[in-house]
């Protein structure tokens, strides 16, 4: 299977999650929502396997500083799926923090940090402890297997008048259209979010304000945007036909031509004369209040 071979590129068998047959990417005409089929959801080994990898667990994200800005001092924060708690060290000393996390390595290192982490999910936490002025998930909604019942959680932690950040991979960015992107598709990433599935999701919970905010694209996404903006254009031209995954002779062709800087700097105006859209970086984040 294509998938396994891509993933087994990047140190990581998955081979226990994708039993050989195929799965489809779905759309939801009612909430927006794209999704797999089968699921196909990863668990904690599969995750042990991730951060082994130096790149998996990121201190420095966009939608952190972002994120920082909206919350104010002597603020309570929960923030769901918080890894070793890297987003704390963004916030003020004033601010009174919790994390929920379910790997045992990272909870091990937020708490040698002096951080109030707990291995819980949030659907426990939510009906056992204080509610919060902030509730915050960074990249973990698009790896759930059943998202409105996390998304129904983090909202029954807030207090009343609270504010609700949840950030994810941007499907009306360049990652929709990225081949070869496998840590965007199962058993990683078993859900795909828009802008309006975000929104559908905010107001199905009684949210009247819904803002999104998206990030730039970062410095070390521009050359996989750059050539994920290429290949759409080589596509509109009729030069290329678009795969999740595309392992094909003519693909590793084309990979060659688009490196030509000059080329590839005009099939990216190309692109974007086409959709302005594509121009946002990685993530999307959600704020909900």
Known sequence: MDLIRSYKQKGIDVSAYLHGGSITLCHCNHC???FFDPPCVGDGLFYEQLQTQDWYYQDDKPEYAHAATLIRQDSSVLEVGCGKGAFRRWLPQSIRYTGLEF??????KARAAGLDVRKQPVE???AASPRYDIVCAFQVLEHVEHPKRFFHACVQALKPGGTLMIAVPAQDS????APNSPLNMPPHHVTR????ALTNLAHSEGFEQAD???EPVADFHKEWHATTLAYHALARFGLYRPRLIDN???YRLLGRIVRIPAL???????????????EVGHTVMLIAS
Do not use: C, Q
């Open 32 to 34: 927006e929502l794209g």
């Open 103 to 108: 790997n045992d390595e990272a909870v091990h």
């Open 124 to 126: 426990e936490h939510a």
């Open 174 to 177: 360049f990652l929709a259209i």
């Open 193 to 196: 979010w828009t802008d309006r």
């Open 212 to 214: 999104i905010w998206h």
């Open 248 to 250: 094909s002779k003519r």
């Open 264 to 278: 590839r700097r005009y099939l990216v105006r190309a692109a974007l004369r086409t959709n302005p859209r594509l």
